[in-house]
């Protein structure tokens, strides 16, 4: 699976958008984005994956660039509650050796202040 | 809820000892994997099940151990236990294999150890 690049900490301010950008530049065609985070010590919470085209549902949108080089998670109302660490993953969705197993690196520590 | 329950929450226990974490997945989810999160290392996979049969290992110790029932819930047994082996051991669960766009692993909200 591709190595993945995050900051390790952004602020942002409750009601803005949170934008989180993830660098995957050795990203191989059938390699998809998912994006996790996890907060306090909870399980990881799945919050969005895509291909090369932007997706969005109800948590999330994701931008990934015409190059498939990176990625940013926007979460368009920062709320409290979305403090947590922020996973930038790139998996493969179409058999091999790695087949299911997540790579979690060291994340960006998403912090929304009042 | 992710639907993926872990037992014990909480469990301290001695070097040397052996313990068992339970995990069940959701329901109509047919994989299931073992991850641990140390201080040190970060979210590390351990090893996955599907359907019964291990399909995958990733940074697994040999003092460690997992199987997954014919109910399809899922055990990891560590036994021998050492001090670093404190952590947070999370189980997740997908639809299938693990390869196919539906796959989306989903996770419990873990087991903490303590190895004292």
């Known amino acids: 699976d591709a190595k993945t690049t995050q900051p390790p900490s952004m602020d942002c301010a409750e009601g803005r958008a949170a934008n989180l950008p993830c660098n995957h530049s050795?990203?191989?065609?059938?390699?998809?984005v998912y994006w996790y985070r996890q907060i306090h010590s909870q399980g990881p919470q799945y919050i969005i994956h895509?291909?090369?085209n932007n997706e969005t549902n109800e948590m999330a949108s994701l931008i990934i660039t015409e190059d498939r080089k990176s990625s940013t998670l926007i979460l368009p109302h920062a709320t409290l509650r979305d403090t947590a660490v922020y996973y930038c993953?790139?998996?493969?969705?179409?058999?091999?050796?790695?087949?299911?197993?997540?790579?979690f690196g060291q994340g960006t520590i998403l912090t929304v202040h009042p | 809820d992710s639907g993926v329950t872990q037992t014990p929450k909480h469990l301290i226990t001695a070097t040397g000892q052996r313990v068992t974490l339970r995990c069940s997945p959701r329901?109509?989810?047919?994989?299931v994997y073992w991850y641990q999160q140390s201080l040190d290392q970060g979210l590390q996979f351990l090893i996955q099940?599907?359907?019964?049969?291990?399909?995958a290992k990733g940074n697994i110790l040999e003092r460690f151990s997992a199987q997954q029932f014919p109910d399809l819930h899922s055990e990891l047994n560590l036994s021998s236990l050492e001090l670093g082996d404190s952590a947070l051991y999370f189980c997740?669960?997908?639809?299938?294999?693990?390869?196919?766009?539906?796959?989306?692993?989903?996770f419990g909200p873990g087991t903490r150890l303590t190895v004292l």
């Open positions: 997740a669960s997908s639809l299938s294999v693990g390869t196919q766009i539906t796959d989306t692993q989903y």
């Open positions: 050795t990203i191989s065609g059938n390699e998809y």
């Open positions: 895509g291909l090369k």
């Open positions: 993953i790139v998996r493969v969705n179409a058999g091999g050796t790695s087949y299911g197993k997540l790579t």
């Open positions: 329901s109509g989810d047919l994989s």
């Open positions: 099940y599907y359907n019964g049969e291990e399909r």
